[in-house]
């Protein structure tokens, strides 16, 4: 079955590279996903990678796709004070496929 | 361009009422999904529509929850009876189809979510 698990809680100091992780079990999994989410509103598609890169960078973040290992990671360079927030880590199997979501990491930047 | 649109924002009903969800997805969006939070929870899948057509409904409750994506007017989410367990944050998503304009397919959209809350 698909399952996605996430560390719950990262802090970070300002200026500081942030790195979240995400691990996930189903290997037939096409797509990977990160999204953003501040207090009292919806997702906010940040990136999203195919399985076939190693790895995709847009501006600040950076996305590493282990295949083998199963593994994802989120990296913001120069974390700011607005970078806080619960971020989502997600798979799905086909582009229209629905998504199954870890459970969410809290990210704090303090100044 | 306007995103997704769900409405109302916050919903309160008592226990035994019934609860209306609406989302509009994005122009040019024909692919709906809905998603429930739980408090300090990830999203999990409900159903997954396209206009007319319950594609997949393999997240939704077998009682109570229906969903419909008429050919005219937003998708609704309909929670019959509710009960203090339904209270949540309910998350409507779009996707546009390989021929529109815009985003890839591969993008869901989230809305900003409907609160519910029973009491």
């Known amino acids: 079955g698909e399952d996605v698990e996430q560390s719950l809680f990262l802090s970070v100091r300002e200026g500081d590279s942030s790195v979240i992780n995400c691990t996930y079990t189903?290997?037939?999994?096409?797509?990977l996903y990160w999204y953003k989410q501040e207090p009292g509103a919806g997702l906010q598609l940040l990136t999203y990678?195919?399985?076939?890169?190693d790895m995709k960078q847009d501006q600040r973040l950076t996305v590493l796709l282990n295949k083998k290992d199963k593994h994802l990671s989120l990296r913001i360079a120069d974390t700011q004070t607005g970078d806080s927030a619960i971020y989502f880590c997600?798979?799905?199997?086909?582009?229209?496929?629905?998504?199954?979501f870890g459970k969410g990491t809290m990210l704090l930047v303090s100044p | 361009n306007a995103g997704v649109m769900q409405n109302p924002r916050h919903l309160v009903r008592r226990r035994g009422q019934e609860a209306r969800l609406r989302c509009s997805p994005m122009?040019?969006?024909?692919?709906v999904y809905w998603y429930r939070q739980l408090p300090e929870e990830g999203l999990k899948f409900m159903v997954y529509?396209?206009?007319?057509?319950?594609?997949?409904e393999s997240g939704m409750p077998k009682e109570r929850f229906s969903a419909e994506f008429p050919k005219e007017g937003p998708s609704i989410l309909r929670i019959q009876q509710v009960v203090r367990g339904d209270s949540a944050a309910y998350f409507c998503?779009?996707?546009?189809?390989?021929?529109?304009?815009?985003?890839?397919?591969?993008?869901?959209?989230f809305g900003p979510g409907t609160r519910l809350t029973v009491t």
């Open positions: 529509l396209q206009k007319e057509n319950i594609i997949d």
């Open positions: 122009k040019g969006h024909s692919h």
């Open positions: 189903d290997s037939s999994s096409t797509y």
């Open positions: 997600a798979e799905s199997l086909s582009g229209y496929s629905t998504l199954t």
């Open positions: 998503a779009s996707s546009p189809t390989l021929r529109g304009q815009g985003a890839s397919p591969y993008e869901q959209y």
């Open positions: 990678i195919f399985s076939n890169m």
